[in-house]
């Protein structure tokens, strides 16, 4: 091992022992630390983690201790004082003044069947975000994430064609708030895409008003106009972006391969119809490429 390696890792481990003071520090704390007044619920691979790090930048949000907090799909029988540890305090909201703002983005939580009741039930009153990506297009990259992630090993067609098989039992399992599942979690690569049975969950318990749904593509093209439209939606004041880079998008050789072209427009028929479904409970075009 090298100087530089070594050098490497000790500074790893030091940045995770100060990690893991500041937790201890912040569950010591809990009871004097806010809800969130946003969430970013989805959708994975969908352009979440952009979108937070430039909400993060205006100089009325507050970020939390971890972009992706996973309480309402992971860590709910943690308890409430364990999801308010990782917030800022009432004192720091209020230092930064009136209109301040702190949120998470979790994008498990747009299709976790249990995340929206169990939100309502702790955050009433948030707003939620959801950004949507042609579903054909997130399949495809949230597989790609699972094979390089080591979760999954299998061809893409496989993978699709066996998604049925594990899924459809684990979202009725994960209304256990015991219960958690890997598969649910990793291998919903098509479910995953039903964007409009998971906005209507939402809508049974909160108001329309309480949920901006962008496009991830629109996000991506321009970011300024996008982020304009959350902070109107969460009432700060509009920010100015610099260095938009989209964030951890992924490089996979294979994805443009013959055969993924080819899953790729089988899944854009297949989508068509929920696609047809999404733009009208949303009263606006989500059909992608068709």
């Given at each position: 091992?090298?100087?530089?390696?070594?050098?490497?890792?000790?500074?790893?481990?030091?940045?995770?022992?100060?990690?893991?003071?500041e937790?201890?520090?912040?569950?010591?704390?809990?009871?004097?630390?806010?809800?969130?007044?946003?969430?970013?619920?989805?959708?994975m691979?969908?352009g979440?983690t952009?979108?937070?790090?430039?909400?993060?930048?205006?100089?009325?949000v507050?970020?939390?201790?971890?972009?992706?907090?996973?309480?309402f799909?992971?860590?709910?029988?943690?308890?409430?004082q364990w999801?308010?540890?990782?917030?800022?305090?009432?004192?720091?909201?209020?230092?930064?003044?009136p209109?301040?703002?702190?949120?998470?983005?979790?994008?498990y939580y747009?299709?976790?069947?249990?995340?929206?009741?169990?939100?309502?039930?702790?955050?009433?009153?948030?707003?939620?975000?959801?950004?949507?990506?042609?579903?054909?297009?997130?399949?495809?990259?949230?597989?790609?994430?699972?094979?390089?992630?080591?979760?999954?090993?299998?061809?893409?067609?496989?993978?699709?064609?066996?998604?049925?098989?594990?899924?459809?039992?684990e979202?009725?399992?994960?209304?256990?708030?015991?219960y958690?599942?890997?598969r649910?979690?990793?291998?919903?690569?098509?479910?995953?895409g039903?964007y409009?049975?998971?906005?209507?969950?939402y809508?049974?318990?909160?108001?329309?008003?309480?949920?901006?749904?962008?496009?991830?593509e629109?996000?991506?093209?321009?970011?300024?106009?996008a982020?304009?439209q959350?902070?109107?939606f969460?009432?700060?004041?509009?920010?100015?972006l610099?260095?938009v880079?989209?964030?951890?998008?992924g490089?996979?050789?294979q994805s443009?391969?013959?055969?993924?072209?080819?899953?790729?427009v089988e899944?854009?028929?297949?989508?068509?119809?929920?696609?047809?479904r999404?733009?009208?409970?949303l009263?606006?075009d989500?059909?992608?490429?068709?």
């Amino acid at each position: 091992m090298t100087t530089d390696q070594q050098r490497t890792m000790l500074q790893h481990r030091i940045m995770r022992s100060r990690r893991w003071v500041e937790w201890q520090v912040r569950r010591a704390t809990s009871r004097l630390r806010v809800l969130p007044d946003f969430l970013v619920i989805g959708a994975m691979k969908g352009g979440t983690t952009s979108l937070y790090d430039y909400l993060c930048r205006h100089e009325k949000v507050e970020v939390a201790f971890r972009k992706e907090v996973h309480y309402f799909d992971g860590h709910y029988t943690s308890g409430v004082q364990w999801y308010r540890a990782n917030f800022p305090t009432h004192s720091q909201m209020q230092r930064l003044g009136p209109g301040a703002v702190t949120g998470e983005a979790t994008p498990y939580y747009l299709y976790h069947q249990a995340a929206a009741s169990r939100i309502a039930a702790i955050v009433p009153h948030a707003r939620l975000i959801a950004v949507l990506r042609d579903p054909a297009d997130r399949a495809i990259s949230h597989y790609f994430h699972s094979v390089r992630t080591g979760m999954d090993t299998r061809p893409i067609r496989q993978a699709f064609a066996e998604e049925h098989q594990h899924v459809p039992g684990e979202e009725q399992r994960v209304l256990d708030n015991h219960y958690t599942s890997d598969r649910h979690r990793m291998w919903s690569y098509v479910a995953r895409g039903h964007y409009a049975q998971q906005i209507e969950a939402y809508y049974q318990h909160f108001s329309r008003d309480q949920l901006l749904v962008l496009k991830s593509e629109e996000l991506f093209a321009d970011p300024q106009q996008a982020v304009t439209q959350v902070t109107d939606f969460l009432r700060v004041e509009p920010m100015e972006l610099h260095n938009v880079k989209p964030l951890n998008t992924g490089s996979y050789a294979q994805s443009d391969s013959a055969e993924v072209e080819q899953v790729r427009v089988e899944l854009r028929e297949y989508f068509r119809p929920h696609n047809q479904r999404l733009s009208e409970l949303l009263d606006r075009d989500f059909l992608w490429a068709t």
